[in-house]
């Protein structure tokens, strides 16, 4: 199992190289991320202490079970998930650095004074639901400059960037969409200098569509299942592209 994962963390590494030197970009611009939903502690710790040590949970109660397991390890916690209000005092508690969804005034006022109480402050991405789908979180494309001026009146939430769910489909162009959606966002809100806003991150492609995220600007692409499922091979294990 762990020879698997190391595996599977070249393989995709590799695909993270191969599409930043198409698009132009350097290696070090784009983060993975490894979306740790339904992995045990066990296997994260083989990615962590390989020096793969930005993780990210979906669930606050997969982050309570894994807390003792992990806590030990070097490591940066966002969380990736729907957020909801009663469980702010949660995601505080078990060491996350940054909430990626952020979509609602609400919820930020609520953060925001639970941050106060506690004397800290956090990094939020702003999400914003740029496949239209009714599925999924965050907020509309143009109702995304609105939350962001609003949630940079809190002091404690330090704005990093923006992300998004790209649409599941196998049409290269309609996923690139959304991303280049997420771009223009990016743009519009540096544009606009807003106090207390950084734009610099922009979470998005996930291992079916991270060459093209990469290619409309992510810095962060989140990855799981193709990690810590059973060894995985690149296309060209199956066509030999030199043939």
Not at 152 to 172: H, N, P, Q, R, V
Request: charged letters at 30%; a negative charge; one cysteine or more.
């Amino acid at each position: 199992m762990k020879e698997d994962i190391l595996h599977n963390l070249e393989i995709i590494n590799d695909r993270i190289r191969k599409a930043c030197e198409k698009a132009g970009r350097s290696r070090d611009e784009v983060r993975l991320l490894l979306a740790t939903k339904t992995v045990s502690a066990e296997r994260i710790k083989t990615a962590l202490e390989n020096g793969y040590t930005l993780i990210a949970e979906n669930k606050v109660q997969e982050l309570k079970e894994k807390y003792e397991g992990l806590k030990d390890t070097p490591h940066e916690n966002h969380f990736i998930g729907h957020l909801q209000t009663n469980k702010i005092k949660d995601i505080l508690k078990y060491d996350v650095v940054c909430v990626q969804s952020l979509d609602r005034p609400d919820l930020a006022e609520k953060l925001h004074q639970r941050l106060l109480s506690e004397g800290k402050t956090i990094d939020v991405l702003i999400q914003v639901n740029t496949s239209g789908e009714e599925s999924k979180f965050g907020v509309h494309p143009e109702e995304a400059v609105e939350l962001t001026r609003k949630v940079a009146e809190f002091t404690t939430l330090k704005i990093k960037g923006l992300m998004t769910i790209g649409l599941f489909s196998a049409e290269t162009e309609k996923v690139r969409k959304c991303f280049k959606i997420l771009k223009d966002l990016q743009q519009e809100i540096i544009s606009q200098n807003i106090p207390n806003v950084e734009m610099k991150e922009l979470s998005m492609g996930m291992s079916g569509d991270l060459e093209t995220a990469i290619e409309e600007g992510a810095t962060i692409v989140r990855v799981g299942t193709a990690v810590f499922v059973a060894r995985v091979y690149p296309d060209s294990y199956y066509w030999n592209e030199k043939v």
